[in-house]
Nanobody
C-alpha cells in the first residue's frame, strides 16, 4: 500500500483544515488507518485512527476537535481538524496497519505516507 497525504498548510488559531490520505492497493478497506504527528524535537505521537468499519479512536489532544473518517470506495482517509491551536503545529503522517483493530503507537503501523505540514499561527 502506498499512502499520499495532503491538505496541510498555514492557518490561524481557531481555524480548520482537512487532511486527506489517498491509498493505493486493493485491500485498503481491510486496513486500520491512522494519523500521527511530529513536531520539531518531539517524538511522533498518535492523533486518531479508524478501523475498517469506521470505529474511531482519538488522542486526548484532539477529542472534540478532530474527526477521522474513511471512504473505502475512494480509498481515502480524512482528518478534519477544527479549533486548531498553535500546539497542533507539526508534520502530520497517515499510516496503515494490516489489522482490523486500531492502534495508538506508531510501531503498530506498517505503511506510512510522506507527511504534510500543518502550521497554526497564534
Amino acid at each position: 500500500v502506498q499512502l499520499q497525504a495532503s491538505g496541510g498548510g498555514l492557518v490561524q488559531a481557531g481555524g480548520s483544515l482537512r487532511l486527506s490520505c489517498a491509498a493505493s492497493g486493493r485491500t485498503f478497506s481491510n486496513y486500520a488507518m491512522g494519523w500521527f504527528r511530529q513536531a520539531p524535537g518531539k517524538e511522533r505521537e498518535f492523533v486518531a485512527a479508524v478501523n475498517w468499519s469506521g470505529d474511531s479512536t482519538y488522542a486526548d489532544s484532539g477529542k472534540g476537535r478532530f474527526t477521522i473518517s474513511r471512504d473505502n470506495i475512494q480509498n481515502t482517509v480524512y482528518l478534519q481538524m477544527n479549533s486548531l491551536k498553535p500546539d497542533d503545529t507539526a508534520v502530520y503522517y497517515c499510516a496503515g496497519a494490516r489489522t482490523y483493530t486500531t492502534g495508538t503507537h506508531y510501531s503498530q503501523y506498517d505503511y506510512w505516507g510522506q507527511g504534510t505540514l500543518v502550521t497554526v499561527s497564534s
